[in-house]
């Protein structure tokens, strides 16, 4: 993980939040190819979700929401965390996370000193709206983005004619007030989820909860993360939230070891029920289709972590590869493998050298595959190390202008994975880019 973390800022995929001043905890910054990465991982989960598939739509739901939407989703009540302290060196704990016997000792695992009794600490951050700061303005910063969507599901019917069943999809900010937070972006406070919530007839939902874990499953595969690194993990009893019939994580191997990353959830009627309950709304559907049947629909959730997704893909991609045998630093390179749908960089056009009109006819290239991929360009430097500096960007593919492309147009191609060259004409570049991307599949 240091290696990741290190690179990470090296390179400008992420950097500690305000760390002028020491660094806030539980909150990163992202950087400028780390924006680039994360609203690309974003777009495509988005795609997969809403324009691959007819029966799903999109929202944005506002951070802010009532707060009697969280007395009815059960978080006021039970979204909390056991937490204990050391009364000698004041570290915190999450009590689920400490030996049973140091809980039943009350001895801190760490130096040995008294622990206190176990308290229930509730996970929301808590504001207030307006100028006043009593208890009629506190609202919120929501912990998870579903309850957004289950609030607004009949309004996406009614304004978009939806049958069941359909799906809403959501990316957005999430808060909580975590107890722990380390292991870099793995667990932070502030952070952003992509949540899909399928609406379907009751009796049906087992179905689709099978369904959707297959789906799921496939398209990590697409996005050619290493399958033997993934593994579902059922909820056993105690495990099971509130909510849930059924649940199984997604499970990364990560350098700390196994985690989730996503998980494929039954949530029931649960949480339609008790909004229709606070709200006194009706949250009933007509099936139109079924003789006017009315019933509440139970809901299958994919919620997945974006950031969390984003250091799965650091993790994932990240290899050193022995390339040469000089008894050097330059024996080895690091490289991000990313699937080129996701890499912050696409293409970078390299000029040979600067002079002799390379530059011109590089930079005039780039702005050629400007409008289809996020081209780079870089002049600086022994074209040895640009290409290690694409290595360690991810950037798949390299484009080199020397003095060949001047007479004949032509350029050479590098493959980031393979490390190979093959020369093709410039006005070709474009097409065999949109292939390669097309038929990429990791080695
Ligand atoms: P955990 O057990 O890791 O706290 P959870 O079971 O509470 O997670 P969910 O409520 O199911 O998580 O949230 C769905 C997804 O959101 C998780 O799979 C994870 O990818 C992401 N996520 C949840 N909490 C955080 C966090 N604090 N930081 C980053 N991502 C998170």
């Known amino acids: 993980m240091e290696k990741i973390t290190s690179l990470a800022k090296r390179r400008g995929f992420v950097f500690q939040s305000s760390e002028v001043y020491g660094g806030q905890n539980g909150a990163w910054d992202y ?16 795609k997969e979700m809403t324009r691959l598939n007819d029966d799903i739509v999109g929202l944005d739901a506002a951070i802010l929401m009532h707060p009697r939407t969280w007395e009815a989703s059960g978080h006021v009540e039970n979204f909390t965390d056991p937490l204990v302290d050391c009364k000698k060196c004041k570290s915190r704990f999450r009590a689920d996370q400490v030996p049973e ?11 040995g000193g008294e622990l206190t009794d176990t308290r229930k600490f509730n996970l929301m951050f808590k504001t207030h709206i307006g100028p006043a700061e009593d208890s009629a303005s506190v609202i919120y910063l929501r912990p998870e983005t579903a309850q957004g969507i289950y609030v607004n599901y009949k309004n996406v019917i009614q304004s978009n004619r939806m049958k069941i069943p ?7 900010k999430a808060f909580r007030n975590e107890i722990v937070t380390k292991n870099f972006i793995f667990r932070t406070c502030e952070f952003e989820q992509m949540e899909m919530q399928f609406f379907v007839k009751p009796g049906s939902d087992e179905g689709w909860f099978d369904e959707w874990r297959k789906r799921r499953w496939a398209y990590y595969e697409k996005l050619g993360v290493r399958m033997d690194s993934l593994r579902w993990h059922r909820h056993g009893e105690g495990e099971l939230a509130h909510y849930a019939k059924d649940a199984y994580d ?3 191997l990560f350098p700390m070891g196994w985690r989730e990353l996503e998980g494929v959830h039954n949530r029931t009627d649960f949480d339609l029920n008790r909004h229709a309950q606070y709200s006194g709304k009706d949250m009933q559907y007509i099936d139109q289709d079924g003789g006017n049947e009315r019933y509440i629909p139970y809901i299958i959730e994919t919620s997945a972590g974006l950031t969390r997704t984003l250091l799965m893909i650091l993790c994932d991609a990240y290899d050193e590869e022995k390339v ?14 990313f699937h080129p749908v996701i890499a912050p960089i696409t293409v970078a ?20 595959l400007q409008d289809d991929f996020a081209a780079d360009y870089d002049q600086g430097g022994a074209i040895g190390r640009r290409y290690r500096r694409q290595d360690e960007a991810g950037t798949p593919f390299c484009v080199t202008v020397d003095y060949q492309t001047k007479e004949d147009g032509t350029v050479t191609l590098r493959f980031r994975d ?3 060259q093959v020369r093709i004409h410039r006005d070709e570049l474009a097409a065999r880019l949109h292939g390669e991307i097309r038929s990429y599949k990791r080695a």
Do not use: H
């Open 324 to 337: 040469a045998d000089k008894g050097n630093d330059d024996d080895w390179r690091t490289v991000l493998r």
């Open 101 to 111: 016997e140091n809980i039943a000792a009350k001895k801190c695992p760490e130096c």
């Open 166 to 172: 359909f799906g809403i999809a959501q990316i957005g």
């Open 250 to 252: 997604i499970e990364y």
């Open 418 to 420: 393979s490390m190979e």
């Open 31 to 46: 950087g400028p190819l780390g924006v680039e990465l994360k609203n690309r991982i974003a777009a495509a989960w988005w």
């Open 349 to 368: 056009v390299l000029p040979l050298m600067k002079k002799d009109g390379l530059a011109e006819t590089a930079l005039e290239i780039r702005r050629d």
